[in-house]
Nanobody, 113 residues
């Protein structure tokens, strides 16, 4: 069974940066696109960024020019670099491998004003 393990969340002041990582336990996931989602209290889970197997990226309007998604297929790891963080970015962040319907356990990101 394939597992996704996320890391890198935490508490940061507005304007700061964090880098999230999501590592898969099996290399098979490297054939799939990946995505990062987030869910704030009382809100629906939303797609933040995605990246195809070939490296094509897509971002939610709210994070464009601030967040960068990348992947390392050799390490079966995907990253989310988050810069210029805002309090409204506070949420639990989840990585997702849609081809295998896999979700990480979530990592909390809290941005203080």
């Amino acid at each position: 069974q394939v597992h996704l393990v996320e890391s890198g969340g935490g508490l940061v002041q507005a304007g700061g940066s964090l880098r999230l990582s999501c590592a898969a336990s099996e290399s098979i996931v490297s054939i799939s696109a990946w995505g990062w989602y987030r869910q704030a209290p009382g809100k629906q889970r939303e797609l933040v960024a995605s990246i195809t197997r070939g490296g094509i990226t897509n971002y939610a309007e709210s994070v464009k020019d601030r967040f960068t998604i990348s992947r390392d297929n050799a390490k079966t790891t995907v990253y989310l670099q988050m810069n210029s963080l805002k309090p409204e970015d506070t949420a639990v962040y989840y990585c997702n491998v849609p081809l295998f319907n896999l979700w990480g356990q979530g990592t909390q990101v809290t941005v203080s004003s």
